[in-house]
């Protein structure tokens, strides 16, 4: 062989020698790569397999629920297996070929498993949520239904009346405050005109007394008599000066030894003159006295009659602006979106009339009948400032009298100017007492000028009375109703539960609101204004509620579906005096909205609250019916009377029937529970009420709500064993990419999942 040819031969076999090496690491580098994809393939398929197991077996724990608790009240709490147990069954089931099931290839080990139960029901968010859930689709269905058919048609007839019962109850305090400052205004006018009279009357003749003829000397009663003493007084003095000097000549004459004549003066003489010289003395310091107090009283009591005239005209001024409020908007039967439209959704298929619901806006119109106009108090003051001079004219007069008076003693030719002085003193006191006395004329015009408009006060009065009469009726109605107290079991289960309230209240660190129960009102008038407030609120939280204040709504309707109520036969029983069971456990709703830790405190507020709302119905009514009176007040204290009356008789009703009508003007009938969850509306969930509730179910259960968990924590370490190149694994394992860590020639993770029960 040539050496080229062994050249060529050689070279053939080194190239086939090379390839194979090159093959071989090639393929080498294959099979690695593909034994590290299979061990990523397998963790990837691990991972999801190992979380889905551990999402199925959080879910298996929650699974396991108390069904008796779902079944009495529609909630979900943990009861049943151990938690741990059914986790780890669970994880098992899904382990892999060592029991035989799953994918052979992922043959998982768990360890470290665990749960971790928390968020308990008597938590109030969470209570609120499965609430929620579980009235999602019942509680608008139900409302629609029944609870807005029912009262919606209503609610613009309410609007209207608790508007004219407001504006006419403002109107009726203002007009007696008004009233009684005008009263107070002539109180202090008759003052000031009988002041000045009686303090001149025992001075000055009154009425006046006739100055001809002549009266003996001696000690005058008053101004007249001194006039007519004064000429037989002067001649009297005249007899008496002239025995006197007499007397002083004989003395004289008989110093030289002879005897003096005997000469006596009377002591009749010596009395008149001197009786009536210190009369009239007495009498001038008594009438200055008396007109200074006249000059004083008569300014300062018209001044208090002018400032409580100005008190009467002010309250008159904001009784006008009540009768103005709304009178531009305001036409008779124009009723914007008023009752007669039938409901805007429909839903409403009865409700009260719109010519009816007009009348209330008619009979708020007839209010401006009760205005003073302003000529009235411009006129009245016109004539406080006439009582005012005339007091003082006459005061002055009496003053220049007295002073005239103190000159008279020892004077002569004074007979015609005391005779003028007196006429005119007592003509001045007999005309002012003639226009200021108790029957003058002033006072007489004035009192039936400010009667006028009061003409129809009595007919008020009277039907006030009425209704303070029928209002005592039903404080003893509700007297009877709450004054049972219970026997002692009774009251114990009671205050278990309010003790429960309070510690799941102190649990969620909420505090205590105020009662929702409706306070006594004092009088007729005081307990409808709050009735109508209160029918109008609730009317609008209905309202409210179908239009999204879903809280409240899926409360209202959780309690009507879940909670006993009372029934109203066993109230009935309870007021004809029999020994009527009252226990918690019968009126769960009752408690749990109003709170009270007694058997009937609670269904006394209940039924009081149902009175405010028929009470409110039935005065509508009653301004309906009573409009041919005319006078606002009088429509106002009809309308009261009717209706406390009729709220009366449909708390009877409600009793003997559950059943009372919506109104005279509507079909719709009501029941017990329909009020309920009226007030349930009004009231809300707030935290003592959801406390409450959570009280009952625990009472009810014997469970403790803060130990009934409703969330679920599930934690795991599953372990996967490597097929090929474990340290190869670990060493990838260090840059974080593998979600786990490689033990040996196993690959671990820790798994976490949760779930709730809403």
Known sequence: MTR???????????????????????????????????????????????????????????????????????????????????????????????????????????????????????????????????????????????????????????????????????????????????????AAQLQAGEAAVNRL?????????????????????HLADAALRYADYVSARQTLQRLQEQMAQAASSGAGGAAPPIIIIPPSLLMAVSGYESGVSRLAGLLSSASARVLAEVPEKTAFAMSALQQAQDTNEEMKAIVEEGSSSESPGSNEGGPGGGGTDGVADDTVDSAQAGVLKEIRQTAAQLLRDDGFFDGYRTELQA??????????????????????????????????????????????????????????????????????????????????????????????????QGDPDEKEAFVQADRLARENLAWNRQQEEASSGQRAASDPFEGKDAAMKNTNEWLNAMADAAAGLRDSLYFSEYALLRLSRSSPADVKRLLEGENSSLPLERQEMEYVLYGFANPTGNIAAAYAEIFAFRLAVRTMEGLIESRSLGHPLLILAAAVVYGIRNAIQDIHSLLERDSVPLSKYMKAQTSYSDYLRLFYLLHGNAPARVSRLIAVMEQATGLSLSEAYTYASAEGTASLRLWFFPGLMKALGRTGRLGGTVKGNRYEAAFVSDSSYQ
């Open 4 to 186: 080229l040819g062994r050249k060529v031969r050689h070279f053939g076999t080194s190239a086939r020698g090379s390839v194979s090496v090159y093959f071989i690491a090639a393929t080498a580098a294959i099979v690695l790569l593909g034994a590290l994809l299979i061990d990523f393939s397998r963790i990837a398929a691990f991972r999801h397999s190992a979380a889905l197991s551990m999402r199925s077996g959080v879910r298996s724990v929650l699974a396991s629920y108390d069904p008796v608790f779902y079944d009495k009240y529609g909630l979900f709490i943990r009861g049943g297996d151990d938690g741990n147990g059914l986790l780890r069954k669970t994880l098992e089931g899904y382990a892999g070929s060592r029991t035989g099931q799953g994918f052979p290839y992922l043959d998982a080990e768990w360890k470290d498993t665990g749960v971790t139960e928390s968020r308990p029901l008597a938590d109030h968010e969470v209570f609120r949520r499965q609430v929620l859930e579980e009235m999602k689709i019942k509680a608008p269905v139900d409302l629609a239904l029944e609870l807005a058919r029912r009262f919606r048609g209503l609610s613009p007839a309410v609007k209207e009346a608790a508007e004219t019962v407001d504006r006419l109850e403002r109107l009726r305090k203002a007009y007696d405050r008004r009233e009684a400052a005008l009263d107070q205004a002539l």
């Open 201 to 221: 009357r025992d001075r000055v003749p009154y009425p006046p007394v006739s100055l001809s003829g002549r009266r003996s000397a001696g000690e005058p009663a």
């Open 387 to 484: 009582l005012s001079s005339a007091g003082g004219e006459l005061g002055r007069d009496a003053a220049q009298a007295a002073g005239f008076l103190s000159n008279v003693p020892g004077s002569t030719g004074l007979e015609g100017e005391l005779l003028a002085t007196a006429d005119r003193l007592q003509n001045r006191l007999a005309d002012f007492a003639a226009a200021y006395a108790s029957n003058g004329t002033v006072i007489r015009d004035r009192r039936s000028v400010i009667e006028k408009i009061r003409a129809r006060d009595g007919e008020r009065k009277a039907l006030e009375q009425e209704a303070d009469k029928e209002w005592g009726v039903w404080n003893g109605l509700s007297g009877k109703l709450g004054g049972r």
